[in-house]
């Protein structure tokens, strides 16, 4: 984000970086009104960096074990490749996907989560690039951290493995799904899902919990689905309890409640949990400082 | 810069973003502390995001006929090449470095300007990018962009190469230059390098102006020697003079009073040719926020 024209609630228009690559000159203000979520002004204008498109690229699902495997994977490869995604999802929901889609099972041995990783390469079918990941995937049957993997030959391959993890969203939507949207650092990832699965499973008997997301950023959808025989109502009673303990369980991994959508309304009683009384209060300075009069997005965040 | 933990100048500590990756939980209050220049708080912490290493490195150097053939030639390569370095030197910055090194000529034909472009290649001594590279080079020859070249054949000559370029600023010392750290839009550069030219030759008559600097990121170093003739305290006095009409031209171009350096006490005049008054004030409100006390590096920036 090069340059934004921005409008404050006080009515100031400011022009803040002017595009420029380099300037030190005070303080960055840009970056208050990225995230900000309208509440400290109106984005008239926004100039952004183009960067270089990828560049040939290789698609490949693998089966782990589990998540501290999962990790190792994305040690290993991370090393060794460039890589451009390295996604997630639990058997769970791959068999909802199958169940909607009718998709082939991807791997002849299932495992209890998938890793979708995806890896750029300067040339395409370069043969060094691909004995390279044979050799990869060799060493981390070999350390037990996969169990199975298969490799796009072509584009519709790839994107047929990406389907998997792409179509999630939409199956689960038909369950009116609870939904969080966390993130933690890389390394806490399995022990933060283990504590959450905990907290969850003591509010919910019989439930079902989704995990996917985008491992290689720390963040995690975690989906929890209606069981049929409770009401709506109950149910999002219930959820709301249970979203006390997993903002708990963020806090103490120094996790983020809001990964990617922001706070809003919705999230407000979590915002808390991922940041200190100070922090806030500095935030409602700030915010009465931009927006005196309080008609920017008002009650939104905190 | 992943994680910052501060302490303000309230005394309060903040664990500003905890390494997280993604994480939308309100303002981002890591920016406000980064280019503060100790203002706001302390920074005990920090955390950086670790980057992979750049492959191998070519090293060229350009003669250029003047500033807008020597944008032409980035706007080209940037396009074919992964640049890792875009540099710029006046020949009266090769001509000093060469008086007091007695490094060779770099090329065989002079030229006003010299662009120094450092290119990353996957492959160690790549047929295809050589060849790529002396087509990019006929090409910018017929343009008139370029007007002679040499490309460094290993890492010795390379060094050798850059060191036009590094040793300018040591060079430069025994002069005593007024030294002014700007940065514009790239596109602006021609334009505004001619328009401070003539300011600064309204301040100087028999002036020496060198010119250098990252035009990859239109960050500009102009320095002016000091003539022998000139005491040092009425150079220093016409030089801040000739400052104040330098930063006018920054303003008019949309630019940087302090492209790397920041403010300090000695660009404090300046500030203003790049922030707003609305800007100041709100950096006022927030420096008194953070610390109310004006205990913090206080007079510095504003």
């Given at each position: ?56 690229r290789r698609v490949q699902l693998l089966g ?147 995990w996917y997301g985008h491992i290689g950023d ?85």
């Open positions: 984000m090069r340059g934004l024209t921005v409008v404050t609630g006080a009515g100031d228009v400011l022009e803040l970086n002017k595009g420029l690559l380099k300037n030190n000159t005070g303080y960055d203000l840009r970056h208050l009104f990225i995230g900000s979520e309208g509440t400290l002004g109106i984005i008239c204008e926004a100039e952004l960096s183009l960067v270089r498109g990828p560049g040939h782990v074990p589990d998540m501290s495997a999962c990790l190792e994977v994305l040690r290993f490869y991370r090393q060794r490749f460039a890589l451009s995604a390295f996604e997630f999802f639990s058997d769970v929901a791959l068999a909802k996907v199958r169940e909607k889609t009718g998709y082939p099972l991807p791997l002849s041995t299932p495992a209890p989560f998938y890793a979708l990783v995806e890896i750029e390469t300067e040339i395409e079918g370069d043969e060094a690039f691909l004995e390279a990941l044979l050799q990869a995937f060799e060493t981390c049957c070999g350390q037990g951290w996969v169990t199975d993997a298969v490799l796009a030959e072509n584009i519709s391959q790839a994107q047929g493995l990406w389907r998997y993890r792409e179509d999630i969203s939409e199956t689960l939507a038909k369950f009116r799904p609870y939904k969080q949207d966390l993130s933690v650092r890389v390394s806490r990832l399995p022990e933060f899902i283990r504590d959450v699965e905990r907290v969850v499973a003591r509010h919910f008997s019989n439930l079902e919990v989704v720390g963040n995690l959808h975690l989906n929890i689905l209606k069981p049929k025989a409770l009401e709506a109502d109950s149910f999002m009673e219930c959820c709301h309890r249970a979203g006390r303990d997993i903002a708990e369980v963020v806090s103490a991994h120094g996790g983020s409640v809001s990964a990617e959508h922001g706070i809003g309304l919705l999230k407000k009683d979590w915002l808390p949990y991922s940041r200190s009384d100070s922090e806030i209060t500095l935030m409602r300075g700030i915010k009465a400082m931009f927006d005196p009069n309080n008609i920017m997005n008002p009650d939104k965040i905190f």
